[in-house]
């Protein structure tokens, strides 16, 4: 199975710290959001990856290379212009063989393991779903979340209590065949329409997750990596 780390985004609520240094090289616990993010994969057995960027991308190649060092195979996706989220997994389609694979929001920072994606990519085949998201419990920056879980494990549209998109998900490229490569296109419509035809399920993760969107959120996870020292925690 392949994966996709996304990287493109200004990281605009994160100025000034995102003026000179792209969101995902931030640092916390000691080590770069994305660098998080291709270690848990590399432990998962997920080693073919491949990550799109934008400002400042050449920061992020100059910094991860190959991945040779980190165990992985990286591929890089460069956009000129950000193309948003959709816009920049269909760009990178070719990637993935024709074959289902896993997608990770750079900015955020999770716990859950990847090793599970296999499973739930066969899944998808299995159920003729498009769509495959991870949930968490709402922060407090966004609470009245994204999508509801049903208790089937399949996803509609908010019309009850409802939890928040993690910023992982696992795509069968069709989801992404009305996408013209190099067009900006966002990715929440594409997912508003396969739930309506009831293609898409989830999981709820109740471990922990951060969306690394402003300085003290940043902050906020730096300190609790730091309580957390080496157990555990360690990417």
Known sequence: MRAMILAAGRGERMRPLTDTCPKPLLTVGGTPLIIWHIRRLARSGIRDIIINHAWLGD?????????????????????????????????????????????????????WDPAQ????????????DLAWLLLVDNPGHHPN?????????????VDGPALTF???????P???S??????????????????AN?????THHVGRWVDVGTPERLRGLDEWLAQQGASGAAP
């Open 178 to 195: 009305a996408v013209i490569p190099g067009t900006p296109a966002k990715l929440a419509p594409i997912l508003r329409s396969v739930i």
């Open 59 to 111: 920061q992020i190649e100059a910094a991860l290379g190959d991945g040779q060092s980190h165990g992985v195979r990286l591929t890089y996706s460069p956009e000129p212009t950000a193309l948003e989220t959709a816009g920049g997994i269909a760009q990178a389609l070719e990637f993935f063989r024709g074959e289902p694979f896993l997608v990770i929001n750079g900015d955020i920072w999770c716990d």
């Open 174 to 176: 069709e989801l992404f």
């Open 198 to 202: 009831d293609r898409a399920c989830a």
């Open 117 to 128: 994606a296999p499973t739930i990519a066969d899944g998808l085949h299995t159920r003729q």
């Open 145 to 157: 979340g994204d999508f509801r879980l049903r208790p089937d494990a399949r996803l509609g549209l």
């Open 166 to 172: 993690s910023g992982i998900g696992i795509y069968r």
